[in-house]
């Protein structure tokens, strides 16, 4: 389905329906992956393994259990792995899997959009607060 699909879709009743039944297969799945942190963590793990710490110290403003719970699920839902590094003390490292990597076009992606669009996001907040809308 793409955001094609979707415009061509809902021109008809029927059409309608089966947009209504993809979003409702799509959104649980979106709920893994859009969430406050899930993006940052793929892209700081991307190019390498790292240990928590690591990746605690390149995302500014995350906390060590949002961090840890985000991890977590993460490794839960297959798209990073938790390594137990024989060291002294033990340590642990996450790797992104080729799941997780298949992520990376879509994050470039919707990232790129961001720094395109940052400027014009703020300049409509700012004129929504305003009351100028």
């Known amino acids: 389905m793409t955001s094609l699909d979707i ?32 993006i940052m963590i793929l892209t700081v793990i991307c190019p390498k393994p790292s240990r ?28 990073v792995t938790r390594t137990v590094l024989p060291t002294a003390p033990i340590g642990v490292e996450y790797a992104i899997t080729p799941l997780g990597h ?8 919707l990232c790129s959009w961001a720094l395109k669009n940052g400027g014009e996001l703020e300049a409509a907040c700012m004129r929504y607060d305003q009351g100028k809308h």
């Open 52 to 79: 928590f710490n690591e990746i605690k110290r390149r995302l500014d403003g995350i906390t060590h259990k949002s961090l840890a719970d985000a991890l977590k699920r993460l490794e839960r839902n297959g798209l």
């Open 7 to 38: 415009r061509a879709d809902t021109c008809s009743a029927e059409s309608s329906a089966k947009v209504l039944s993809d979003m409702a297969q799509v959104r649980p799945m979106l709920e893994k992956i859009a969430d406050k942190w899930t």
């Open 102 to 109: 298949s992520l990376k076009q879509p994050f470039e992606a």
